[in-house]
């Protein structure tokens, strides 16, 4: 898998991942050298070639001179997850995502959650953005920082998490503003896909609904900006 940009890269060798190769521009200055210290530092073999090279390698098309390969991410068990605000002494913070596609959504959705405290993120197996060289990139290297789950089924995963005291809130329209609902206790976000919103059995199976007031006759925000909003409204009534 393709790391691309200076500060995903640098993020990558500080979390001391697995990286094969850094592929290094010739023609690269600036913070590139920070990049080589570090790389060099850790042993990581580094390859300087020509900007038509990084070119072909990358798949964002915004490498900033620098891509480096390391192996597959690795995905948590649920279990890993849960066990993560335990050992911490805080409550459970989770966010579930449900149908988000784009991978720049879920980049920043994970930017987020690691600037807002989440715990964890989970996501279905199929029908989603996965880690990928683009959501790597728009995380500007917090992929690494937050413990991302796949599962099988986001309901029967919804029914876990309700069994051990969390509760689940789904972000959609025209229900209890946001700002007016506990988030102290344990807590599941749940944000579904622009288009559709949340799926209506998630829906049904969460406890409550929040929404995000809205004026001129806006009914919907990018699902990335909607779960910021939220996403720092639990950290600030955490703090």
Not at 10 to 22: M, Q, S, T, W
Not at 32 to 58: H, R, T, W
Request: glycine share 8%; aromatic share 6%.
């Amino acid at each position: 898998m393709k790391i691309e940009g200076r500060n995903p890269v640098l993020e990558a060798i500080k979390a001391d991942k697995e990286i094969d190769y850094i592929y290094v521009s010739k023609d690269a200055k600036g913070s590139i050298s920070k990049i080589i210290g570090m790389a060099k530092d850790k042993k990581i073999i580094i390859k300087n070639v020509d900007k038509k090279k990084l070119d072909e390698l990358s798949e964002t098309k915004n490498h900033q001179g620098v891509i480096a390969l390391v192996s597959e991410y690795k995905y948590y068990e649920l279990e890993e997850i849960l066990a993560i605000p335990e050992q911490r002494g805080e409550e459970p913070f989770f966010i579930i995502l449900d149908g988000i596609t784009d991978p720049h959504n879920f980049g920043a959705i994970v930017r987020t959650a690691c600037g807002s405290g989440a715990h964890g993120i989970i996501i279905p197996k199929r029908r989603t953005a996965l880690v990928t060289p683009t959501s790597i990139k728009t995380s500007a290297g917090t992929m690494d920082k937050v413990a991302i789950c796949k599962v099988t089924n986001l309901n029967r995963t919804i029914d876990l998490l309700k069994k051990k005291n969390i509760w689940v809130g789904a972000l959609d329209m025209g229900k209890v503003p946001y700002y007016k609902q506990d988030f102290k206790c344990g807590t599941a976000l749940v944000i579904g896909s622009e288009g559709k919103g949340v799926s209506p059995l998630v829906k049904k199976n969460s406890d409550f609904i929040v929404s995000i007031p809205m004026k001129n006759e806006m009914d919907s925000l990018n699902a990335s900006v909607a779960g910021s909003i939220v996403m720092y409204e639990v950290f600030k009534q955490r703090s």
